[in-house]
C-alpha cells in the first residue's frame, strides 16, 4: 500500500469534487469536515456536504441552526474559505417532486401514503438527492466562482455501493414497465409483458385493496414527471464524477466488515471508471516504535509502575497488529491510502477537527 | 430454561400455536450489530439448542461474519459444540412468493414472480409492504418449525427500525379490511408477544447513545418489548500508576512519553465510556450489558457469547 499525501491532493486545483464514501460508523461525515477545513487553510474556497452530523461537529462547524443552505463557517486565520450545509433528504426530496405539481395539488400529494414512504423509507432517496445538490453546487461554483472545491459527506446507507446505486434503482422504477401499464402510458416494445401486467395489476389490486391502489395511480403520475426532471441533469453530474474533476476517497475503519466492504467499493470504483483517489483506514491505533531489544532491556530493570506502562503498550502493539490484519482485504488491492489515528476523547471543535488531519500516518 | 415465568405459558394455551423465542437484534450502523446477533445465537445454543439467525434485506453482512454464504433454507452457519447455529436470508421476494401461495393459494404467483417490475414495485414502493412480508416470513418461521428452539433476527439499523417494526400499524390503518391489512394487524400481534424482544447495541460514544435513546423510546411508543442495550466494543480501564514513572532503561524519552500517553488516551476513554452508560441507564431505564473490544478472529464470538450469558 502505498502512502498519500492528502495536502498535496487538496493542493490540485484542477480537483474540483471530492466525495468520501464508506459504511456507516467509519468516520465519514468527520473526515468529510476535517478534510474541508484542510483544505480552507491551503487556499481553497471550499462547500463542504454533510449529511446528519453529531450535534458537537455540527456546533463546531457552526451548523447548530438547521443551515440547509451553505453557510460561512468562520476561520479567521485561514488562506481560503469554508462553507457549510447539513443535506436535508426529506426537505430537498419535497421541493424537487412538488416544484412538478401546480400549487393545489402539492398538498394533497403531500399527503400521499406513497409520497411520505418514497420520501422516507425508499433506498435510493436519499441518494438521488445527494446527488441532485452536488450537480447543483458545481453548477453555482461555475456560475458565481464562489467555490472552487465541493466535499461531500455520502448517507450513511447498509451497503456503501448504494451510493452509487441508488440513483438508478429510482430510475429503474419510474421506467418500470408494470407502473407504465397502470399509468395506461405507452409500454415500449414489451407487448408480451401485457399478460403478465394484466395479472399484476389484479395482484396489487387484490393485495392493497381498492382505495390504496387508488392513492398509488395518482402518486405515480407526479413521480414520473419528476424523475424525467431529474434525469436532465443527473447525465451532466455522472460524467462530472466520471472526470479528473472529481476524486473518490474511500473510508475504512480497521475491523473485519468495513474493510471488506471498502474493498469491494473500492473495485467497484476501478470497474465502472471513477476517479479513486485514496482509501483512508480511519480510527486506527497509533503504536509508537520501539525496538524488541530495547523492551527486552527496559523489562529486564522495570519496576511495577514502570511494568504498567510497558504491558499497556504491548497490549497496543497487539491491537495495531490485528487492525492491520483486518484491513489486509484493503491493503491487499494496492491503493494509495492514508492511516488516521483514533482521536481520545472524540472531536469538541475546529481545533479538534485541525488535530485529526494531522493525526495522519504516513 | 427452568419454565419459572407463568406468564408466558397459560395465556396463549390453546389460542395460539406453540412458538420459540424471537430476539431482534438492532443499533446503529458500524456498532456490530451482526457480530452481537451471532454472538447472542451461539449463546443460546449452548444449551444445546438449534437456533437460527435470520438477516434481512440481503445485507450481507450475517455471510461475510459466518466466512459462508447463506441461502433461503436455515443451514448451518457456524460449527457448536452443542446444539446448533444456523443462518437464514429472508428475502422480500420469497417472502412475497410465501405470501400470496399461504392467503391466496394464488396458482400464477410463481409466474407473477418472473416479473421482477412487479416485485420490485410492490415490494419496494409500497408503504410498509416490503416491511411487513419480511416480518411475516421471520414470525412464521417462529411458528411454523417445531424443531427452532429460538430465532435471532439481526434487524435493519436502529434508524429505521422503528418504521420497519411498526409498518404493521401505519399498514393495517391505510388497509382496512383488505387482505394486506389483516396480515399487518397479525404481524403487529406477534411482534408484542412477551417472547418477542427487542435488543439495542450500542457503541458508548455520543453518537450510537443519542441514537439508542431515541430508538429505544420510539419502540416503546409501539409497545414492544423491549431486551437489553448491549454495549460493544467496551474498553476495561488499565491501571494508570500515579505518579507516572520516570522511562526504565533502554526506552528513550520521547517513545516513553508516547507511551504513556497512549495509556492516559485509553484511560480517559475507558472513563468517557462509563459516563455514556451511566447517561443511557438513566435515560432508557434498561439494563446495559457490556461486552469487550475482542479480537476479532478465532474465540472472539465464543469470548462475546461469554459476556451475554445474563440475556
Known sequence: ?362 | MPATDSRSTPAYAGRMPARCPLHIVTGKGGVGKTTIALALALRLSRTGARVVVAEVEGRGGLALAAGGPVGSKPAQLLPTRSGRLEGVQIDAKASLSGYLQRYYRLGFAADLLQLDPLVDFATRIAPGLRDILLIGQVTHLTKTHPGIDALVLDAPPSGRIASFLGAGAGLAELTDGSPIGEQAVSVMDDLRDPGCRTHVVTLLEELPVTETIETVAALRELDLTLGTVVANRCLAAPTVPDPLPPAPAGIASEQWSAMTAALLADADQANGQNAWEALLVHRTALAVTRVPDTDSAGHGLSVLADHLEGL
Open chain 1, 1 to 362: 500500500m502505498t502512502a498519500l499525501d492528502l495536502d498535496q491532493l487538496l493542493h490540485q486545483q484542477h480537483l474540483r469534487l471530492l466525495l468520501c464514501v464508506g459504511t456507516g460508523g467509519v468516520g465519514k461525515t468527520t473526515l468529510s469536515a476535517a478534510l474541508a477545513l484542510r483544505a480552507a487553510q491551503l487556499g481553497r474556497r471550499v462547500v463542504v456536504v454533510t449529511i446528519d452530523p453529531a450535534r458537537r461537529l455540527a456546533q463546531a462547524m457552526g451548523l447548530d441552526g438547521l443551515a440547509h443552505e451553505p453557510t460561512p463557517v468562520p476561520l479567521p486565520d485561514a488562506a481560503g474559505s469554508l462553507d457549510a450545509m447539513m443535506l436535508d433528504v426529506r426537505h430537498a426530496f419535497d421541493q424537487a417532486l412538488t416544484a412538478q405539481v401546480p400549487a393545489d395539488e402539492a398538498d394533497r400529494i403531500r399527503a400521499n401514503p406513497f409520497y411520505k414512504a418514497l420520501s422516507e423509507a425508499f433506498s435510493g432517496t436519499q441518494e438521488y438527492v445527494a446527488m441532485e445538490k452536488i450537480g447543483e453546487l458545481s453548477r453555482q461554483a461555475e456560475a458565481t466562482g464562489r467555490w472552487d472545491l465541493i466535499v461531500v459527506d455520502t448517507p450513511p446507507s447498509a451497503s456503501a455501493l448504494d451510493f452509487l446505486d441508488g440513483p438508478s434503482r429510482l430510475e429503474a422504477l419510474a421506467h418500470n414497465p408494470l407502473l407504465r401499464v397502470v399509468l395506461g402510458l405507452p409500454r415500449g416494445p414489451f407487448g408480451f409483458l401485457d399478460a403478465g401486467a394484466a395479472l399484476a395489476t389484479r395482484a396489487l389490486d387484490a393485495i392493497l385493496g381498492g382505495r390504496l391502489f387508488g392513492d398509488l395511480r395518482t402518486f405515480l403520475q407526479v413521480f414520473e414527471r419528476a424523475v424525467l426532471a431529474f434525469e436532465s441533469h443527473a447525465a451532466e453530474t455522472r460524467a462530472m464524477l466520471a472526470s479528473d474533476r472529481a476524486g473518490f476517497l474511500v473510508v475504512a475503519a480497521p475491523r473485519p466488515g468495513p474493510a471488506s466492504e471498502a474493498a469491494a467499493l473500492v473495485e467497484r470504483l476501478r470497474r465502472d471508471g471513477l476517479p479513486l483517489r485514496a482509501a483512508l483506514v480511519n480510527q486506527v491505533t497509533t503504536v509508537a516504535a520501539v525496538s524488541s531489544a530495547a523492551l527486552a532491556v527496559a523489562a529486564s530493570s522495570a519496576d511495577q509502575a514502570q511494568h504498567e506502562v510497558l504491558a499497556h503498550y504491548g497490549r497496543t502493539v497487539a491491537r495495531g497488529a490485528a487492525e492491520r490484519r483486518d484491513v489486509e482485504p484493503l491493503t491487499r488491492l494496492d491503493v494509495p491510502s492514508v492511516r488516521i489515528g483514533r482521536v481520545p476523547g472524540g472531536l469538541t471543535d475546529l481545533d479538534s477537527l485541525i488535530r485529526l488531519v494531522g493525526r495522519v500516518e504516513q
